[in-house]
T-cell receptor, first 118, second 108 residues
Framework: QVQLQESGPGLVKPSETLSLTCAVS????????WTWIRQPPGKGLEYLGY???????NYSPSLEGRLSISIDTSKNQFSLNLTSVTAADTAIYFC????????????WSQGTLVTVSS | EIVLTQSPGTLSLSPGETATLSCRAS???????LAWYQQKPGQGPRLLIS???RRATGVPDRFSGSGSGTDFTLTINRLEPEDFAVYYC??????????FGQGTRLEI
């Protein structure tokens, strides 16, 4: 069973950079698609972006310019950096995997709450 | 952007009953590209259905998905207490690459 676990600060100041890492167990990031999704408290799910194992990326247009996602095959993990954060970026952040076909997410992390506040 | 609209927002039912959840897309979605998830408090979503109608591994057969084009349905027969949760549909394609419906809360 693939397991994903996020790590990173739970509190980030406005205008700073939000950085999260997703460690993958029982699978290799040398395959498939690895995605970040967020959920503002009490609200719905928002796709942020993915990194393919080759290193290619896709980002949501609403975040393009602020978001970067990278992959580290040596540590079997992938990461998110979101710059110039505001209170609107406060959310639960999930990492997820898409398998052979990128059409859906078959494994998800439990989620980590990141609050943007001074 | 392909907008997914789920209805109803909240569905109140009792164990043993049948739940019918709707997901309507603002433009046609290929059946291969429509998925359903279940989310319980404090947890990440769980994949239930991919390809509009294919149950994920370990999902009980009381869950079924159907539909095509712009109208998709998730049906849960013989509701069990553990089925009361929030359900999301999701589509792949276009820009942004993935979008989700706003969710249906299934409550006892």
């Amino acid at each position: 069973q693939v397991q994903l676990q996020e790590s990173g600060p739970g509190l980030v100041k406005p205008s700073e950079t939000l950085s999260l890492t997703c460690a993958v167990s029982d699978d290799s990031v040398n395959s498939y698609y690895w995605t970040w999704i967020r959920q503002p408290p009490g609200k719905g799910l928002e796709y942020l972006g993915y990194v393919y194992y080759s290193g290619s990326t896709n980002y949501s247009p609403s975040l393009e310019g602020r978001l970067s996602i990278s992959i580290d095959t040596s540590k079997n993990q992938f990461s998110l950096n979101l710059t110039s954060v505001t209170a609107a970026d406060t959310a639960i952040y999930f990492c997820a995997r898409s398998g052979t076909f990128p059409y859906y997410f078959d494994f998800w992390s439990q989620g980590t709450l990141v609050t943007v506040s001074s | 952007e392909i907008v997914l609209t789920q209805s109803p927002g909240t569905l109140s039912l009792s164990p043993g009953e049948t739940a019918t959840l709707s997901c309507r897309a603002s433009q046609s979605v290929g059946s291969a590209f429509l998925a359903w998830y279940q989310q319980k408090p404090g947890q990440g979503p769980r994949l239930l259905i991919s390809g509009a109608s294919r149950r994920a591994t370990g999902v009980p057969d009381r869950f079924s998905g159907s539909g095509s084009g712009t109208d998709f349905t998730l049906t849960i027969n013989r509701l069990e207490p553990e089925d009361f949760a929030v359900y999301y549909c999701q589509q792949y394609g276009g820009s942004p690459r993935y979008t989700f419906g706003q969710g249906t809360r299934l409550e006892i």
